[in-house]
């Protein structure tokens, strides 16, 4: 069956006939998002249900294949049939599907407190994939409860492959996660790290190397080197660049 840009707007999602007085609600609402987009490595654009594309594309050139920003706002969906890899693009519509889904079981005022997490590959402008994670979270609700705007922010994947979809709710430990063989959504509970475990990571980040995390902690190397190993066994890592850029993608430090 042909594809077409169409397809990912469900039919449980339309948004028609925006009032003036939701309109109003966005009144300069993208100056805070574009001097976000200044300060951080990520890449960012805002999907208009109503309008059925985007309505803003950061400068950040992670998501841009090569085109400049205002080019890919242009393209909009058209773009994800240009630049995702044909088994990604099938998965990003079924993603979409128990996306909306799953949104339209929620309570109307908890609509935008739910943010989904997945993973797809992109051909970049040398033709070679790189697997991405896409977060979206919605922005903004018609009356009628449907998602009219939705922030999506774009970053290099921790995972080895597509998929990986999962749900999480702000403020809450619970993380839903969707089986995409069964077509059905679990709940779990959302990784904990511990001070320690936090603090390593932190310091990590920041560049210390193991003897230098032990004398600002007060811990033997030993110590450092056994809570990392336990770190990089929780989050299913190799290492400590991998355990840095999965905390911070998941909000875990």
Known sequence: MNKNVNDFFSSKNTVNNISDNELQQTSDYLAPIKAF??????????????????????????????????????????????????????????????????????????????????????KNQERKTILINQKLTPLFLSNEGKIWKAICIISLSTEQKSGNVKIYKQGDNNMFTYDLEGGFWSNKEKIKLTNREKEILQYSARGFK????????????????????????????????????????????
């Not at 890449?43 to 998501?63: A, Q, R, T, W």
């Not at 003897?211 to 110590?223: G, L, Q, R």
Request: proline share 3%.
């Open 37 to 122: 987009a200044r300060t951080t490595y990520k890449s960012i654009y805002i999907i208009d249900y109503e309008k059925k594309g985007f309505e803003y594309v950061s400068d950040n050139p992670l998501f841009l294949c090569g085109h400049t920003a205002e080019e890919v706002k242009d393209m909009g969906y058209a773009f994800y049939f240009k630049y995702v890899v044909k088994p990604d693009l099938d998965l990003l519509l079924k993603i979409n599907t128990a996306g909306f889904d799953f949104y339209e079981k929620l309570p109307l005022e908890e609509r935008l407190l739910y943010t989904i997490s997945y993973d797809f590959n992109l």
């Open 210 to 253: 193991i003897n230098e995390i032990a004398e600002t902690i007060f811990v033997s190397p030993d110590t450092v080197k056994f809570h990392r190993k336990k770190l990089f066994d929780k989050l299913e890592v190799a290492n400590i660049t991998e355990a840095i850029s999965f905390a911070t993608n998941n909000k875990l430090i």
